[in-house]
């Protein structure tokens, strides 16, 4: 395959289907669209593999045991002595895994826009452009971390920074820090900074934990089920959310021992040297860390002037297609494009459905590995 505009002098690449994005969900419907016999390429902007998980902080681990945190046709090798796998055992998986199934991932292309052409739609960046009967984006979320705006943010001196800039806790020793948000990145990281520094808890609502003996595969179990009774037309009792938010792994619960897990009510305003509330009471703080989130990162795909839906998301019929472009699908970028389809199983499962519509026909689905490779 050649790029637009290199010495070759050929015409553009023209393949049935372009992936964007090289991580989870991207190597996912890779797979699924080889074992279709599918032309296809996938751009990932990334200068190696791993997708998100190559920026995870230090201590990040999945909430389940590597045995149902797969992506089809392999299953992730456990890790010797870590019952819940590494950010770095998920980067070493995604690695073997697409070189294990010779997939065709070309990085780093930056694709910055996908405009729609004749019968076509090309995909296009700095270094070529690509036309395509089908477009899967798979850009993730990491790279549009989520800041409330809020209009005294600018006036504090101290350190601002968002979950996606955090790495460890030792920068932090024996400063005063804020952690803002109530799920499981500002637990986890509340919980790691607390063990150096005097950490200060900031949420809109009190934080709900979910039992000890839940964890990732308990999540998914209940996120199936809650799938089947959506497409069954049935009522939805709640599911997950009604279990609670956050998963209590070990370094939560030693947190939760130590007294650390102590929730504040969200501040009313920020000040150069801390935070208050209308009732006059105030906390000082040399850093704040936000952990609230991220949007899906989608700009490549404002030359398509996709309608939004009230979430501000381009709209989509059975999860994944796009209704007002049918050639283009959106994949792994949370419920809305899948039930669970951010996580490492989900993405599986939603990435067959994707690739069975574009190619019109079932995908075949893949036979269990005889045998485990270790990493």
Not at 70 to 92: I, K, S, Y
Request: aromatic share 6%; hydrophobic share 40%; with cysteine.
């Amino acid at each position: 395959m050649t790029e637009h505009g290199t010495s070759t002098g050929r015409a553009p690449n023209d393949l049935p289907v372009v992936v964007i994005g090289g991580g989870q969900a991207g190597l996912a419907a890779g797979y699924y669209l080889r074992r279709a016999g599918a032309r296809f390429v996938i751009l990932d902007a990334q200068t190696g593999p791993g997708g998100a998980w190559r920026h995870g902080w230090d201590s990040l681990r999945l909430f389940s045991p590597a045995t149902h945190s797969t992506l089809p046709g392999w299953p992730m090798p456990a890790q010797p002595g870590e019952p819940f796998p590494t950010a770095g055992h998920v980067r070493d998986y995604l690695t073997r895994y697409e070189q294990r199934y010779d997939l065709d991932v070309q990085r780093p292309v930056e694709v910055t826009a996908v405009h729609a052409h004749d019968d076509r739609l090309v995909v296009s960046g700095p270094k070529g452009q690509w036309d395509a009967s089908a477009v899967i984006s798979a850009t993730g979320t990491w790279r549009r971390p989520h800041v409330p705006d809020l209009p005294d943010r600018s006036t504090f001196t101290g350190r601002q920074l968002h979950a996606v800039g955090y790495h460890h806790a030792e920068p932090f020793r024996g400063q005063h820090v804020g952690v803002v948000g109530a799920a499981n990145s500002a637990a986890q990281i509340l919980a790691e900074v607390s063990t150096v520094a005097t950490t200060h808890w900031f949420t809109l609502a009190e934080p709900r934990y979910l039992p000890d003996d839940v964890d990732g595969r308990v999540l998914f179990d209940l996120a199936s089920q809650r799938e089947i009774t959506r497409r069954q037309g049935l009522p939805d009792h709640g599911g997950i959310a009604a279990l609670g938010d956050i998963v209590m792994v070990p370094i939560v619960q030693d947190a939760r021992a130590r007294g650390a897990l102590h929730a504040l009510p969200m501040f009313d305003r920020m000040t150069p040297t801390g935070v208050v509330w209308d009732d006059g009471s105030r906390t000082e703080l040399d850093v704040i860390i936000w952990c609230t989130g991220f949007r899906p990162d989608l700009a490549h795909l404002a030359p398509l002037g996709l309608p939004l839906d009230a979430r501000s998301l381009p709209r989509t019929t059975n999860d994944t297609q796009s209704l007002d472009e049918p050639r283009l699908h959106l994949l792994g970028y949370g419920d809305w494009t899948g039930s669970a389809s951010a996580t490492l199983v989900g993405a599986g499962r939603t990435a067959r459905q994707c690739v069975e519509r574009i190619i019109g026909r079932p995908a075949r689905r893949p036979r269990a590995a005889a045998h485990q490779h270790a990493l």
